[in-house]
């Protein structure tokens, strides 16, 4: 837009037609220019956001599991854990090996648990966003609890064990202890097809959401392309800072749109066609506008409204700045 804007504001536009070349011929490179971006786009949409994510994810996790062991003091009784208390005598430094553990684990009110172990280390279980202390050498002491389900509270039990494996709750540092499930965001297109078959219908919709915005977006260069050709070449725009504001506003635009479609389709249950509309929207007003741009009979409507339109842009931004 800003290329095409100057091209007509220097009267080029105009000496390029009279040589013979349509307005077609010049938005053909600019509409093959934008094929890369859509591709660019397509990548950053269908595969490395939802690595991205991920990857992100397992950071908080890693920052997370790394907290809760710093916060571990040795010959103290550490309570960060719900129901749970966690006691080592002496605490490594460099490798966070325990030495002498003893835990008070009260999770389970029908059978709590006393565990004593000569050495423990806290494990960070990625996959499944856990957190382990893996105990080795100890002694289990359970004591059933009489809760009115016919429980034997006879029965004492010890259990020695040369490893066993303790899982953290980590909601107090993070909200990975409850939400085990990935976010939409984090899965990708085949991953997230599957989820659409098995949801439930509270969240199909949010997935039919998450799914078809994916493929909307990788269209979008294209389009800004599209609608900014026949834009650029108005008359009445003269300065580079109109062609940024314009581009600007046709950004926002469809980004307003994009997420009214994507509000309607995941919470008032529209079609997950609806989240398409911007896309042919943008289509069939560039496919249009480039048509009357290319016969010379610009849109009349166009020719009232978008210097009206680029001053309030203009005025909102002279607005915010402090000078």
């Not at 037609?17 to 220019?33: E, N, T």
């Not at 990857?55 to 710093?70: K, Y």
């Not at 893996?134 to 809760?147: A, S």
Request: glycine share 6%; aromatic share 8%.
């Amino acid at each position: 837009m800003l290329g095409f804007g100057r091209l007509s504001a220097d009267g080029e536009i105009l000496a390029l037609k009279s040589s013979g070349i349509s307005l077609y011929q010049m938005a053909r490179p600019i509409l093959l220019l934008s094929l890369p971006a859509c591709l660019l786009t397509a990548a950053m949409t269908l595969y490395l956001r939802p690595a991205c994510e991920t990857f992100f994810r397992q950071q908080l996790f890693d920052i997370a599991a790394s907290h809760a062991s710093i916060g571990l003091q040795p010959q103290v009784f550490n309570d960060e854990f719900d129901d749970l208390v966690l006691y080592a005598n002496r605490i490594d430094d460099r490798s966070g090996t325990m030495r002498q553990v003893f835990i008070s684990d009260e999770r389970d009110s029908s059978a709590p648990a006393i565990i004593m172990a000569e050495k423990g280390l806290l494990v960070s279980d990625s996959d499944n966003r856990k957190l382990l202390l893996r105990l080795e050498q100890g002694v289990m002491h359970r004591q059933p609890q009489d809760n009115g389900n016919h429980t034997d509270t006879g029965t004492y039990q010890v259990l020695h064990f040369t490893s066993y494996d303790v899982n953290l709750d980590l909601k107090q540092q993070t909200t990975f202890g409850k939400q085990r499930r990935r976010k939409n965001k984090e899965l990708d297109l085949s991953e997230l097809q599957i989820a659409i078959g098995t949801a439930p219908a509270e969240e199909r919709q949010d997935l039919l959401a998450e799914y078809h915005t994916r493929l909307v977006l990788p269209a979008a260069p294209l389009l800004f392309a599209l609608l900014g050709i026949p834009l650029g070449i108005q008359p009445h725009r003269s300065s580079r800072g109109s062609s940024f504001a314009l581009g600007l506003g046709i950004f926002l635009c469809y980004y307003l749109l994009l997420s009214f479609a994507n509000t309607m389709v995941g919470d008032a249950g529209w079609p997950a066609t609806t989240l398409w509309l911007p896309n042919l929207c943008f289509l069939f007003t560039g496919l249009y506008l480039l048509h009357r741009a290319a016969i010379e009979r610009p849109v009349t409507l166009f020719e009232r409204t978008l210097p009206a339109f680029l001053a309030m842009l203009r005025g909102l931004f002279r607005s915010g700045d402090p000078s």
